[in-house]
């Protein structure tokens, strides 16, 4: 069985503020790949990042960052210097090798406040 | 570039009707996906297909189904619409399937009411 768990449904911060979103996931396989995906107020989900479960570098894209940590299995996502264009709904994934289903975790949603 | 094409963007639909989502891709991808998202609950799979004549059910199947008789289309059949239905629904695809860490290039969503 695989779950995921964003224990924060909703983040209020103000601009310029960091946040830190939390995903925490179970799963009995050793290979396995994790996500991020946005999805801003006008409803599409796009993609921002992907992880294997080999890989537990962590990973620094301009204001994003993402910490991956096999010991506590959570993959969790910063923001630093939040902008109001960062406002949307943010998904953690996980999917298993040979396995099709992508479980999404519940969502949170993140509002910048100008 | 078109992407991942849905229609309709917003229907409604009385208890017991019928009606069928379209879904079509343009950049030949193998896998295709048929997502539902309700309200705090993330999205759930409904069906995925593999390639041209496969797919098989994903988490919640019941009251749906779907064909792909090409690569570009995965249309999803709801028959006799129940409330329960009322959701937006996502198409997606990607060329090598989730399970190889392949990333899901999304539609921009079916929003559906059955009343």
């Known amino acids: 069985a695989q779950k995921v768990t964003q224990a924060q449904t909703e983040i209020s911060v103000v601009e310029k503020e960091d946040v830190t979103l939390d995903c925490v996931y179970e799963t009995r396989d050793t290979t396995y790949y994790l996500f991020w995906y946005k999805q801003p107020p006008s409803g599409e989900l796009v993609f921002l990042i992907r992880?294997?479960?080999?890989?537990?570098q962590n990973e620094i894209s301009g204001r994003y960052s993402w910490n991956f940590q096999k010991s506590t299995s959570s993959f969790n996502f910063t923001i630093t210097a939040s902008q109001v264009v960062d406002s949307a709904v943010y998904f953690c994934?996980?999917?298993?090798?040979?396995?099709?289903?992508?479980?999404f975790g519940t969502g949170t949603r993140l509002t910048i406040i100008p | 570039n078109a992407g991942v094409t849905q229609t309709p963007k917003f229907r409604i639909l009385k208890i017991g009707q019928s009606m069928t989502l379209q879904c079509t891709q343009d950049m030949n991808h193998n896998y295709m996906y048929w997502y539902r998202q309700d309200p705090g609950m993330g999205l759930k799979l409904i069906y995925y297909s593999v390639g041209a004549g496969i797919t098989d059910k994903g988490e919640v199947p019941n009251g749906y189904n779907v064909s792909r008789s090409t690569t570009e289309d995965f249309p999803l059949r709801l028959e006799l619409a129940a409330p329960s239905q009322t959701s937006v629904y996502f198409c997606a695809s990607s060329y090598a399937g989730v399970s190889g860490a392949n990333v899901l290039t999304f539609g921009a969503g079916s929003r559906l009411t059955v009343l």
């Open positions: 994934a996980l999917s298993n090798f040979g396995n099709e289903k992508l479980t």
């Open positions: 992880r294997n479960s080999f890989d537990e």
